[in-house]
C-alpha cells in the first residue's frame, strides 16, 4: 500500500512536471513565433509625386516651382502614414523609396529609426531599388497613369519629356505595374496604391483587387478635384493597415520570361543611336525593342536608357 501511495504520487508529480514544460514550451514557442513574424515583416514603399493630393503641376514638382516646398512636406506626410500603419502592423523593416524626379525630395528627418531611405540616382532597381525577397509587401504612394493613357494628372511614364509608351511583353504599362512586375519577379506582392483615380483603375485593372485610395479625381492633365492632405493621409494610414491585415490575400504579379521591353521616343534620335547596340532592335521610327533574360536585366537596360547623357560628368 505504502509503495503503491508513493508510485502514486511520484507519477502525479511527474505528470504535473511534465504538463508544466509543456505548457512553457508552448508559452516559448509562441513568443517565438510572434518575435520571428514581427522580424520577418519587411515593408518596402515607393513613393512618387504627382498623385500627392492637391498636385497638378509642375508648381509642385520640381524645386524651382512656387509651391514645391510645402508639397514636398506633403509627400513626406503622406508617406509617413503608410509607414505608421506598417509599423502598427508590427513592421521591423521599412525601406522608402524617394522615386520623384531628383529622388531628394522627402524630409528624412520626419522618418522612425527603422527606416531606411533610398535617394538620387542612377541606381539599380530605379524606383524599386533596394528591393529583395525578404521582403513582405510593397506599398506605392503618390502614383500617377500611363503616358498612354489620355486621362490623368501629369500621365507619364518615367520620362513625361522623352517616352511616348513603354510595353512589357507586348503590353503598355504604367509605372505601377512594371514596379509591380519588378517585385513580383523577386515574390514580392503589391498590396496598396494610392494617385488620382485613373491612375488608381489604371493599375487595379491589372493587378487586380489592391487596396487603394484616390487622392483626387482627375480633371485633365493639369488639373483636379482634390482631397486636403489631411484626409488624404488619414485614407492612406486606415488603406495600408488594411492591407497588411490581410497581406495572405495578395499574390505577386509575375510575366513571363524572358521580357521584352519596348520603348516609343518621343523623338526619332534615340531610337536610330540606340539600334546600334546588337542586342536593340529598331522596329518602327520611334520605338526600339529589347528582350532581357528577367526583370532585372530589363530594368538594368531602361535605367541606361533613361539616364544616360555624354556629358555626365564628374
Known sequence: MKRIRLRSVSCSVV???LLL???TAQQKTAAQTASDSSKKLKVYISVDMEGVAGVVTADQLIPSGFEYERFRRFMTDETM??????NEAGAGEIVVSDSHGIGENLLIEAFPKNVRIVRSWPRHGGMMA???SSFSAAIFVGYHASTTNPKGVRAHTFSSAHYARVALNGNAVTEG????????AKGVPVIFVSGDDVAVAEIKSRLGDIETVETKKSLGFHSAETLTPEVSCEKIFFGVKSALSRLHDFKPYVI???VTL??????YTPAELLSYLRSVQRIDSHTIRFVGKDMDEVDDFEE?????????AP
Open 262 to 267: 519596348e520603348i516609343t521616343f518621343k523623338n
Open 130 to 132: 533596394g528591393l529583395d
Open 15 to 17: 505528470a504535473g512536471a
Open 304 to 312: 541606361f536608357v533613361g539616364n544616360y547623357n555624354a556629358d555626365l
Open 256 to 258: 513571363k520570361t524572358p
Open 81 to 86: 502614414a503608410a509607414v505608421r500603419a506598417a
Open 177 to 184: 505595374e512594371y514596379n509591380a512586375a519588378y517585385a513580383g
Open 21 to 23: 514544460l509543456s505548457f
